[in-house]
């Protein structure tokens, strides 16, 4: 059981955005960068988004990051059918002196 | 072009051991945490372990404490995984990447099974 809890799923119409949460505690979130994945089936997870709210080169500007608290968000805008895909925040816990992974997030387009 | 090939998966009885290698190129390895992720079949991503640049700093979950071993070879720019007393539950896709978590290999199958 993840310490990091995602929605199962979210969605919303082509060109539309969709936010997902991910809600920790102190000992991750509260205290430490969060970053996001996207991960299509059978295939590795892609980086995102890293220290809560940068992209890395070649990410498109429609996915964006912000943490508050002990809580993270990631938006997407404009949704395109290719954004289908589970999302996953994640973060360094300093009490299990681990990485810890979200709970997972399914985007559908409709 | 970075790249980080995963081997040495397969199928082995509960109790078993394997050894996951992990070669990497396109960066300078030395210079890296690294990390091992796993994903069971249907699952989400998990982390396994990683180790820092020099091998000295090594943290693992709590599951595989005591049976897995994180280590490198920065001369072979070489990430391995040494997994001993294997549980029906540790069969996952397991992946090498980046400890920052930009690169990521395509993973090795190991499945635990008798």
């Known amino acids: 059981q993840s310490v990091l809890t995602q929605p199962p799923s979210v969605s919303a119409a082509p060109g539309q955005k969709v936010t997902i949460s991910c809600s920790g505690g102190s000992s991750n979130i509260g205290n430490n960068y969060v970053s996001w994945y996207q991960q299509f089936p059978g295939t590795a997870p892609k980086l995102l988004i890293y220290e809560s709210n940068k992209r890395p080169s070649g990410i498109p500007d429609r996915f964006s990051g912000s943490k508050s608290g002990t809580s993270a968000t990631l938006g997407i805008t404009g949704l395109q059918t290719g954004d289908e895909a589970d999302y996953y925040c994640?973060?360094?816990?300093?009490?299990?002196?681990?990485?810890?992974f979200g709970t997972g997030t399914k985007v559908t387009v409709l | 072009e970075v790249q980080l090939v995963e081997s040495g998966g397969g199928l082995v009885q509960p109790g078993g051991s394997l050894r996951l290698s992990c070669a990497a190129s396109g960066f300078t390895f030395s210079s890296y945490w690294m990390s091992w992720v796993r994903q069971a079949p249907g699952k989400g991503p998990e982390w396994v372990a990683n180790?820092?640049?020099?091998?000295?700093?090594?943290h693992y979950v709590d599951s595989v404490k005591g049976r897995f071993t994180i280590s490198r070879d920065n001369a072979k720019n070489s990430l391995y995984l040494q997994m001993n007393s294997l549980r029906a539950e540790d069969t996952a896709a397991y992946y090498c990447?980046?400890?920052?978590?930009?690169?990521w290999g395509l993973g090795t199958l190991v499945t635990v099974s008798s």
């Open positions: 180790i820092n640049q020099d091998g000295s700093a090594k």
């Open positions: 994640g973060t360094w816990d300093n009490s299990l002196s681990g990485y810890v």
């Open positions: 990447a980046t400890n920052n978590g930009d690169n």
